[in-house]
């Protein structure tokens, strides 16, 4: 099991089975709940990336990242971080993700990141190219 969520755990297994209404209905069940949770945001990307909205898929995992590594927000929702399996999937899912839309640079910064296991630098590095992903706002 890579979630802690048995029911993070079937949506995955509905999203990579192409049962995507029903993993949909399940994600809807689970967004009063989870809607910042870095597992529920990355499972959202998945599900976007298999509706070929590719661009949707980006901001969710990066929020995704964003949140699992903004010690505020887990604590103020009572979340765990994601698994290191899961922070690994994620990060491989986004350099994929940057390959498909041909951004290279953010793919080099992603397999640094990953290599190093220290998400601060690329993380900052996205602030300043992205200030809509500050979190602010969810605090």
Excluded: C, Q, W
């Amino acid at each position: 099991m890579m979630f802690n969520n048995s029911e993070f755990n079937n949506a995955y297994n509905l999203i990579k089975n192409d049962e995507l209404n029903e993993a949909n209905k399940l994600l809807i069940k689970l967004r009063s709940s989870f809607f910042l949770h870095p597992d529920y945001l990355f499972l959202m990307s998945l599900l976007l990336i298999k509706s070929k909205r590719t661009y949707l898929a980006i901001d969710a995992a990066l929020l995704s990242l964003k949140v699992d590594n903004t010690e505020a927000v887990l604590k103020k929702h009572s979340y765990e971080n994601s698994s290191n399996k899961l922070i690994e999937e994620r990060y491989l899912f986004l350099i994929s993700m940057f390959k498909k839309i041909k951004n290279l640079e953010l793919v080099d910064i992603l397999e640094t990141t990953m290599k190093n296991k220290n998400p601060t630098s690329f993380l900052l590095y996205l602030e300043k190219i992205m200030p809509g992903i500050r979190l602010k706002n969810k605090l």
